[in-house]
Each structure stands twice: as structure tokens, then as C-alpha cells.
């Protein structure tokens, strides 16, 4: 079920239908739908969930229904909380969350809950120790609302008797590396996912063409998955999806306009996926999945239009998932992140924060599409040859500005790559990307422009092997070459473990004769995720009891956490977790608390080659290894069926080992050996393949180590005749 949620930031999406539905004040009331829960007065108003009056009232009637006595002081409204706070300035960010607001949480004739000191929430599960001397004092807003006097607490009341004993969440991909990133909701048998992301491969996986997440958690849990939430168009967040949903049961999508057309146009590739049950949504979203989980979406920034924050409801309280975000207050087609609504859900109260961390690691703030879009342009005026720009061909935001340039200085451009054209396609569609078709150029007439008239876009500014530049550095593309006067932008920061890779595609470029330019040069590239002081201001706005940084490798997850610590956040509330690794939120003594436990769910690597998903294992991978390193030596021995005896002599063929023309003499030694093996077997062994094949691979792997130091893979083959 859809429903919508009234945004309370300033205009409307400009990516909504505008059309008005008798949906549009239905929001999510959490007395409500939860199984055991107790039931709403019909005459009380709650389409504004911040309606204290409204809210007293129910309250006043459920304690009347439960024959409690009821107080019938009303609240002050020096009492009331206000959603509609100021907007927290930067320069406030490295402020310690602080919470003045007075709270009681007396219950009318309610007994007294017992304060009992468990051993549940941890310290040594969370994120370290606390450090030692005086710390701020934090105080986590728990609730917009005052609790009064008199008056049961009143926000997120949910029943104990709804079935739910805990709520689990699992991140499958995405806190051990950048990319293959899949959290999973778990509570009360129901399900929730959020993204579905892959991994391209390190530099030890030879062959691998990408990692998905494991999904070996769901495989009996299907009818339990209740939704899957996308939070935006990027592989990292999309790329699993077509091996992925066949395997979990093919359950409803919820995504942004944009990234529904993108995750379609990448489904069409794979004949063996599902056709998915995708529905759009908005930043004004709300979805009713289970009885567990409502879902709300809050528009964020990042290097794609059409990114959101998931915020989820539970019996245990609303937790926030950002995905990949950035805060930028002049993106390009895109609307800037809803800081007014972040405010607002931090002064209801947020259980749980789970942030990004990708840039934890950058102090400071990110730079703003459009500030990149002017720098551009003032290179622009300048160059007079073609220009050559590699980015990311996710990166449609730059792509925007660069056709408005374009345009602005009278040039032609090429689009190059199957990625880079197959997005522009896509996002033109929808009408995220604005431009005259007449402004693209095709291959056949490139070379007939004049250089000064022309700009080229393309993929692999990574020095990816396959992408456009590679391949035009490496003569193999069959329209553009480096010529002199060119000039190459690396609209793109270094992905971490490129460094090499594009070190040797700059070094290509300029034997080539063309100049280059790149971000560290030039403000030719704003990333996508937010620095260190955006990171701050994030969490004073949501003001998390819990915190969990997500999406990076350990140190900056670890970055993140101090970072956390640093606007008052409890070390015990902040949990840095690998992947798999279970946070379970549950009611202690009264009140939710969480933890970070020590059970792991499988989070193996399943990787995909060319058709093949998941069938390359750890050993494959390790043979593959040892073959790029030291190569392999075919033994090939052809013995008498009868006796066992060798028939001629063996024939060895090396790869990647030794060229054999070049050492005749470690090779006839090495014949000598096989001969000598075979000879010398015990006779009850005369027709054991395995047994000849195993002492050939041990003794002959074995004899090449101590005559050249190396260990090549050892392939012995047997004929009988």
C-alpha cells in the first residue's frame, strides 16, 4: 500500500505528477496497523502527526479503556516541542548534540520500571571503550513531543503483544569495501531490503568481472521479503539486481524515477531476470510494507538526480538509512536535500542513524555541482583543440553541465561508451537531462569537425581496461586517437586501488601529445559524498540515539565513528560492524536498546564471470592466482594400460612458466624426472591415475621450486594405451 506523506519542505517535486489524490494527508500513525496495538478514537484528527491536542485525547481515552485514572491538567505550552525549528547553520556543526527539552516519563498509576544493569547492550560488542576523563553529556532526542505529567508516553507506543520480539539489521555488502552494498531489515518474520549493489573486483581476482552480495540468509525466507527500496541509480546500489531478485522471490520495488529507468534498461540485458514489479516514488512517498515496516523517502544529494534517504518505522522506533548523499545547496537538475525534514525527524527522534562514510576521511565541506559547471567553463574559453573529457557515466549531473557548455561555446559532442550512451538515453527519457539531440554528433562525421568545435565524453578516467580512454590510448578505438593539441580532463577522483591504472593511462595521453587536467589540478570534480563537517551537521540535524556509519572500507567507518564521538554521541551507541554482522534492537527494562552482536549471517564473495554467478570459487580464484605468477607446466604421459609402464617419452608444454625453446636443459631434466616417477611406482599402483598424476604434481612441482625458485601450476595428464 502507497501512501502519501505531506512534505513540510518549501514547493513541490518537480519530478510528482501534480495530480491530487485523497491519499495525500494519510501519514504514518505508529499506534496503528501493528498487531496488538491498540486502536485510535475515529474522532481524533491525526493527519498532523505533531497535533499534541489531538494526541493527549487518544491518550486520555486508551487509559480510560484500560480503567486507569486520568489527569485532566492539560499540557503548557512551554511543554510543546516544535517541528518547524531554524535550520542548524554549518558553523554550529562541531557543537555536542545537546537536548534541553524536559522530559518526564511518569505514567499514572503505572508502577515504577526497575532500572536493571544487563549485560545486553554491551560495551565490548559497540564500537570501542569509552575514553577515559570528562565527556559531554548527550542527550538524544527521543521524542518531539513533551511527555507530561499525568499522561502515558505518547509516540511509538506499540504494543509488546504485536509478535515483535526483536528488530535485526544486517548489512550484506558495504562495510568492509566501497561498493556491493545490501542492508536488510529483519523484524517480527517480515523483511525489508535496501539496495542491491555490486562490487567490481580487486586486483587479485583475475577473470572476476564483478561481486554481487550473498543472499544464501534469504533463501529460505522468501515469503517473509516485503519490499525492496532502492535508493538511487549507481552499480554499487543497482548492479546486483537482475541475479539477485530471481533468487529471493522476485518481491515489489520501490525506487526514484530516474533509477526505475535505469534498473529497467540494465534488467533487459539479462534474459534469465525476472521482469520486476517496480513503483516509482517521491520525496512525499509513504509505504505500508508488513506490519512491521512503513517507509518514508527523504530527497538527498549526490553525483545522480534522484536520490533519496530511506526513513523507516518500526515498533522500535524510526530508523534512517542516508544510501550515497552529499549536501549540496545548488545541484544541477535536482532539488536540494530536505534539511528542513531532517530537522524535523531529529526532533521527533531517530533510534537509529546509518550514514554514509565514503568521505569521512575529507575534512571540510563538498564542493557544489554547479561551482564545478563554472570552472569548467572559464577552461573552456580558453582551449582551443578538442576536448576530451573521461567521467563516470553515472555522472549525469556532470553531463548536464557539460552539454549547457556545449552549447554556451558553439561545440559539437560525442558520447563514447555503451554505459555513457545507454544512461544519456535513459535519463533524456525521463527528461532528467535537458538538451538539443541536435547537439550530439555521430562517429561517422567527428573526424570531419573542426577540433575546435568538437568535445568528447567518455568512461574510463579510472584507467579501466575495456573503457573509451583505454582504448584510445591503446590504438584500438575505432573512431577517436590523441592527437597533438588535444587537451584531457579527469573529471573523476582516484577510486582507491586505481592509483596505478591511471598514473599509466596519464602516462599514455601525454606520449601522445595531449595536455591534461585534472581535479587536483583544476575544481574539475565535485564528489558525491559528504566531507567531514557535512558528516557533522548530518547528525546534529537527526540527532541519533544510536549511530552506525556504512558504505566504506573499516577506516573510515572507523573515521566516521570518531566523528560521531566528536558531536556527542556515547561510544557505546555507535557500532562499527562488518559485514553480516547482526545489530539487534529489542525491548530491555522497559525502554528499546540496541547492540551489536557477535552473530554473523554469510556475506561470501559471489562472484560472476561472464554468464556464469557464483560458480568461481575461493579455489578457482587461487589457481587463477597462481597461473598469473608463475604460470603452468603441462606434463602429458602416455603408459601402457596393463603393465603401467611408459610408452615414449613425456611431452611437456610450459605457459607462462619458461619459453621451453629458450631452456632446453631445464626441460629435459625435468623429462628425465616424469620418466623416473612414472618407473618407479610401487606395483599394486601401476594403473592409478590418481596416484601418478598426485606424485607428478607434488615431486615435479617440487624439483622446478628448487631449480628456478618458483612454483608454476603443475598439470599432469595421463593416456593409457
Known sequence: ?????????????????????????????????????????????????????????????????????????????????????????RAQANRPIQNNRPVENKVVAAKPATTVKTPYNNRANNYRTPRTGASTPYQPATSNITTLKGVAPVRQVFSQQSGSNSLRIMVMGGLEEVGRNMTIFECNKEIIIIDMGLQFPEEDMPGIDYIIPNVTYLQDKKDWIKGVIISHGHYDHIGGIPHIMGEIGNPPMFMGKLTAGLVRKRNIEYKSAPTLKIKEIDDSSSIKLGASFTVEFLRVNHSIPDCFATIVRTPFGVFVH???????????????????????????????????????????????????????????????GRIIIGTFAS?????????????????????????????????????????????????????????????????GAQGETNAFLSRVVN???????????????????????????????????????????????????????????DLKLTMRLFKPEYFMPIEANHYMLRAH???????????????????????????????????????????????????????????????????????????IVTIDAHTGDII??????????????????????????????????????????????????????QFLFTQTKRRPMVLPVIIKV
Open 1 to 89: 500500500m502507497i501512501t502519501k506523506y505531506k512534505s513540510n519542505s518549501a514547493g513541490a517535486s518537480p519530478f510528482s505528477s501534480g495530480k491530487k489524490s485523497s491519499e495525500d494527508s494519510v501519514v504514518f500513525k505508529p499506534n496503528q496497523n501493528f498487531s496488538g496495538a491498540r486502536k485510535m478514537s475515529p474522532a481524533n484528527n491525526l493527519s498532523d502527526p505533531l497535533n499534541i491536542d489531538a494526541i493527549l485525547n487518544e491518550n486520555k481515552e486508551f487509559l480510560r479503556q484500560e480503567g486507569k485514572p486520568v489527569e485532566t491538567k492539560t499540557a503548557s505550552t512551554e511543554n510543546r516541542a516544535t517541528v518547524n525549528r531554524p535550520i542548524i547553520l
Open 322 to 384: 542516508t544510501g550515497d548523499f552529499k549536501i549540496d545547496f545548488t545541484p544541477v537538475n535536482d532539488k536540494p536535500a530536505d534539511l528542513n525534514r531532517m530537522a524535523q525527524l531529529g526532533a521527533a527522534g531517530v533510534r537509529l542513524l546509518m550514514s554514509d562514510s565514503t568521505d569521512a576521511t575529507h575534512p571540510g565541506y563538498q564542493v557544489s555541482e554547479s561551482y564545478i559547471g563554472e570552472e569548467m567553463g572559464k577552461l573552456f574559453e580558453k582551449i582551443e
Open 395 to 459: 555522472q549525469l549531473s556532470r553531463v548536464q553541465k557539460i552539454f549547457d557548455l556545449a552549447t554556451k561555446y558553439g561545440r559539437r559532442v560525442s558520447l563514447q561508451g555503451r554505459s555513457m550512451t545507454s544512461n544519456v538515453e535513459v535519463a533524456y527519457e525521463i527528461g532528467y537531462l535537458k538538451f538539443d539531440p541536435k547537439l550530439l554528433i555521430d562517429d561517422k562525421d567527428l573526424n570531419k569537425m573542426p577540433d575546435n568545435k568538437v568535445i568528447i565524453v567518455g568512461t
Open 475 to 533: 590504438g584500438e578505438h575505432r573512431v577517436v586517437n590523441i592527437k597533438h593539441g588535444d587537451t584531457v580532463l579527469f573529471s573523476s577522483s582516484v577510486i582507491p586501488g586505481n592509483e596505478r591504472s591511471i598514473q599509466n593511462l596519464m602516462d599514455r595521453v601525454v606520449r601522445q601529445g595531449a595536455k591534461i587536467i585534472h581535479y587536483k589540478m583544476l575544481d574539475i570534480h565535485a564528489g558525491g559524498h559528504a566531507k567531514a563537517e
Open 561 to 635: 565513528a570518531e566523528l560521531a564521538e566528536q558531536v556527542g554521541i556515547p561510544v557505546d551507541k555507535i557500532f562499527v560492524a562488518d559485514n553480516g554482522q547482526v545489530v539487534d534492537f529489542r525491548m530491555v527494562g522497559g525502554k528499546v536498546e540496541g547492540r551489536l552482536t557477535n552473530e554473523k549471517v554469510p556475506t561470501d564473495y559471489v562472484m560472476v564471470d561472464g554468464l556464469g554467478v557464483g560458480d568461481v570459487s575461493e579455489i578457482v580464484l587461487r589457481d587463477r592466482r597462481m597461473m598469473s605468477e608463475d604460470g603452468m607446466i603441462v606434463v
Open 648 to 701: 615414449g617419452n613425456p611431452d611437456l608444454i610450459s605457459r607462462g612458466f619458461v619459453h621451453m625453446k629458450e631452456n632446453r636443459e631445464l626441460i629435459e631434466k625435468t623429462r628425465v624426472r616424469v620418466k623416473k616417477i612414472v618407473k618407479d611406482k610401487p606395483t599394486a599402483s601401476a594403473v592409478d591415475d590418481d596416484y601418478i598424476k598426485n606424485k607428478i604434481r607434488n615431486d615435479v612441482g
